[in-house]
């Protein structure tokens, strides 16, 4: 997220937390915040907080799973992810919630969760969302195949959340659904992301 910054690349604003952070300072810099372990993933241990106690309580729970929490502005709005594989970016995919934000349960438990593929957006939209997408994988170092998650605030403004350098891949995950999308078969997927790593 720091190296986005320094390129121009719009992520949310953010800050790492420890024991000794004034929670209320946080909170007035930075409204509703999203609290995550850094090294985790699929959204385990992640919480929102309103207030100087949410966050004490979010920031206990985070440091369960690992020992650098972020606090990060929380976006209202709407979600998606942009699979890439061999410098092209397959299909974007809209996730959709009825929970307060996609975490663990609405990635694996709740049966209700949508994926919106193709997404409703304009070809102007979508060419900012995929180079947006290209420009952080790359700008990571990223090679082969990942995912690129953003969220879309209500004025239509894209931020980056993160790259997914190993993203699930059964196949009813994200990048298998783009692909399917995209005219690729999963065996043909796994055929490319293995061929991308000089695996013949």
């Known amino acids: ?18 024991k000794h952070s ?14 995550k372990p850094v090294n985790e993933g699929s959204s385990i241990g992640m919480s ?3 207030d100087a106690e949410e ?13 650098t929490i972020l606090a990060e502005r929380y976006i209202a709005g709407d979600e998606f992810t942009v699979p890439i594989l061999q410098q092209i970016a397959l299909p974007a995919i809209q996730l959709q919630t009825d929970r307060e934000f996609y975490d663990f349960d609405a990635k694996y438990v709740a049966s209700d969760t949508r994926y919106i593929c193709p997404v ?6 979508l060419d900012e969302l995929n180079g947006l997408a290209l420009s952080a ?10 995912r690129v998650d953003f969220m879309r605030d209500r004025n239509g403004e894209f931020y980056l959340l993160e790259v997914n350098t190993i ?6 995950s994200l990048v298998p659904m783009a692909a399917r999308q995209a005219g690729i078969s999963f065996e043909d997927l796994l055929l490319q ?5 000089g695996i013949n």
């Open 22 to 35: 004034d929670w209320s300072a946080i909170i007035e810099s930075f409204g509703r915040v999203v609290v």
């Open 55 to 67: 966050l004490k309580q979010a920031y206990e729970k985070a440091r369960d799973y690992d020992s």
């Open 48 to 50: 929102l907080a309103a």
């Open 137 to 146: 994988f790359n700008s990571l170092g990223c090679e082969g195949w990942g």
């Open 120 to 125: 409703g957006l304009s070809d102007d939209e």
């Open 1 to 18: 997220k720091l190296l986005w910054q320094q390129l121009g690349l719009q992520t949310a604003s953010f800050v790492t937390i420890d």
């Open 193 to 197: 992301i293995l061929f991308a790593k």
């Open 167 to 172: 993203p699930g891949m059964t196949d009813h």
